[in-house]
């Protein structure tokens, strides 16, 4: 098998501590085993013990697949998979999820629960939940199981240190009672083992079926066309993409050539915030549908994001969870058309992984990106880039750019000043920003803001400044008693809170705003990035920046405080959160010298 990491059940039982080593090297190519990685000790405390059960169950013939990818991004920890040859030759899969939890706390998200890890209490996903989403991940988007929906597929998740299941179902958590999926826990293991061998009673191991597990690319598949068509014909997004119709004519006549001269073919299509990439990207593949109409859009053409949880949130959200968009790692396959979206967050060993999209068989591919939206070490997303790649592969190269933007369209010349402030600072344009107020007191701001999401998409953004991700993890800044909740880690809760009228109790960063667009937006400018009065420059503080991810990143690409580059990258961290804004933006500044440079460059007068 290419793609999946298969044995019988019984070989794995025989490989013992053995198995997790192989799991490890399946997941993580080349890597050194990290014993105390939490993955790791699954595959090693967890995994076999489910397993048992199985041989138990009298199911050693059968075949165990681990940690199977699934097409939004997820690996199903083990599927057990068997046909009945007594029964039409019936094909059955179980999914399973193991978990090593002994307890949980309820939260208030049904989605997920609280998890000690260490000293704080971190979000991990329902079972159930996640178990649902890998099931309708699978049906709907799997290029194995699209051509072959008849398969029979039920899941079940294994908590063998847990021994309170009524938990898990009540409460904010009845909402699963109802889902259809077996939970066993400590104690259970008989129960599960009557389960498994009446699940699979009659069935023997299968190439076949394991040859349409491992076909595991990804497909659009007609649910999510129809929810892609639907944010198409939004009367806003008509007429957006008619503001770019040279671009999207330029992309039509290559996409005419290439059904004449099938090739590789890349097309960058380069734009700032608000100039709509994100829906010409769409519209691309809906063109391609409209061009093609015999053509099966849903194994043809893809749109897929770098990474971005939230956008990939918001997307979905807004096709109404028909559209389910895949990372890019996972878009394997053979697409006459495969869409990058965000492509500015691809590493360099993303770039250069595009050899594999196109020795699969891929013909165009289209980048949407922007210079100035790299926010992480790792991120090399840029014009040049590209171009590099294409060269030194001899691949046709077409460099497109997006310059009307519709996101600040009561803001006038926010992003030339904001280009001004931090990539041109010589350069001699009089801006002229109404929009945009300057607060003396947070607390003014906040009540500004509030008032404004009575009637308006409105937002507090701030910089990573502030851990988040435990239990009282907030955004505090106490000489202006001010406190407020971090983004919510529930994506899900994020798309729909960035998509509606929800009020401002939450601070949104980085992750969670960039991609994205809202009506109004209050901005706390932090010290992470100051402007150094004495040296006539910026100037940053890596010690302010709590992302940990981050903090990871510069250690192991071995950057210094002082680097251009780090410097680049906050600067890229406020040009994003600060063009958010389709309306009015209001900024409040800890630091003194930063506003008073900010309001010369940018014409602004402080509110009193």
């Not at 294409?390 to 009307?404: E, V, W």
Request: hydrophobic fraction near 40%.
């Amino acid at each position: 098998m290419e793609n999946i990491f298969t044995l019988k059940v019984k070989d794995a039982v025989a490989k013992g501590q053995a198995l997790a080593d192989d799991i490890w090297q399946y997941k993580h190519p080349g890597e050194p085993i990290q014993a105390e990685d939490s993955e790791y000790l699954s595959w090693v405390n967890s995994t076999p013990r489910f397993l048992k059960v199985a041989m138990d169950a009298g199911l050693g013939e059968l075949d165990a697949i681990f940690e199977m990818p699934t097409p939004d991004g997820g690996y199903v920890d083990v599927v057990l998979a068997g046909s009945n040859a007594g029964n039409a030759t019936e094909n059955r899969l179980m999914l399973v999820e193991l978990k090593q939890w002994s307890s949980f706390e309820a939260i208030d998200d049904q989605a997920y629960v609280g998890i000690h890890v260490e000293s704080n209490i971190s979000k991990r996903k329902h079972p159930v939940a996640q178990l649902l989403n890998y099931r309708d991940s699978l049906r709907e988007n799997h290029r194995g199981f699209y051509h072959a929906p008849e398969i029979k597929m039920e899941a079940l998740a294994y908590l063998h240190d847990f021994v309170q299941p009524w938990q898990l179902f009540s409460g904010i958590y009845n909402v699963w009672k109802t889902a259809g999926i077996g939970i066993y826990v400590k104690n259970d293991e008989e129960k599960m083992q009557a389960r498994l061998k009446e699940y699979f009673f009659g069935c023997t191991a299968s190439d076949d079926l394991l040859k349409i597990i491992d076909d595991c690319g990804y497909v659009m598949g007609v649910a999510g066309f129809e929810g892609l068509k639907s944010v198409m014909e939004r009367k806003e997004n008509a007429s957006m993409v008619m503001d770019q119709q040279p671009v999207v004519d330029e992309v039509i006549e290559h996409m005419k050539r290439q059904a004449e001269h099938p090739h590789p073919e890349i097309i960058v299509v380069s734009g700032g915030p608000g100039t709509g990439k994100t829906i010409v990207g769409m519209h691309f593949i809906y063109d391609y549908a409209s061009l093609f109409p015999e053509a099966d859009v849903a194994e043809k053409a893809c749109f897929c994001l770098p990474r971005s949880r939230t956008v990939k949130a918001m997307i979905e959200y807004a096709c109404e969870k028909k559209l389910r968009v895949p990372y890019y790692g996972g878009a394997d396959g053979a697409y006459d058309l495969m869409v990058i979206d965000e492509a500015h967050r691809m590493n360099e060993k993303d770039i250069w992984s595009l050899d594999n999209v196109f020795a699969s068989g891929t013909k165009m591919v289209i980048l949407l990106q922007d210079d100035h939206q790299l926010i992480h070490p790792e991120e090399r997303g840029v014009l040049r880039q590209f171009l590099l790649y294409a060269q030194k592969r001899k691949i046709p190269f077409t460099s497109l750019h997006l310059t009307i933007q519709k996101r600040c369209t009561k803001l006038g010349g926010l992003l030339t000043g904001l280009e001004k402030l931090f990539y041109q600072e010589h350069a001699q344009e009089v801006i002229h920003l109404p929009s945009v107020k300057v607060f003396d007191r947070l607390g003014d701001m906040d009540a500004w803001i509030r008032e404004e999401s009575k009637t308006s998409r409105a937002k507090i953004l701030a910089p990573y400044c502030w851990p988040w991700g435990g239990k009282d993890d907030d955004v505090t800044i106490p000489e202006e008693n001010f406190r407020k909740r971090w983004n919510p880690g529930n994506t899900d809760q994020q798309a729909e809170a960035l998509s509606n009228f929800t009020g401002t109790d939450d601070v949104y960063c980085i992750y969670t705003s960039q991609g994205l667009d809202l009506d109004n937006i209050a901005f706390i400018w932090w010290d992470d990035l100051r402007w150094d009065e004495m040296k006539k420059c910026w100037v940053i503080s890596l010690d302010e920046n709590k992302d940990t991810r981050f903090q990871k990143g510069v250690r192991e690409a071995n950057i210094t405080e002082n680097s251009r580059w780090l410097l680049m990258l906050f600067k890229d961290m406020y040009y994003v959160m600060l063009s958010r804004a389709r309306e009015n933006l209001g900024i409040w500044f800890h630091d003194a010298a930063t506003k008073k440079h900010v309001c010369e460059v940018l014409g602004l007068t402080p509110e009193n």
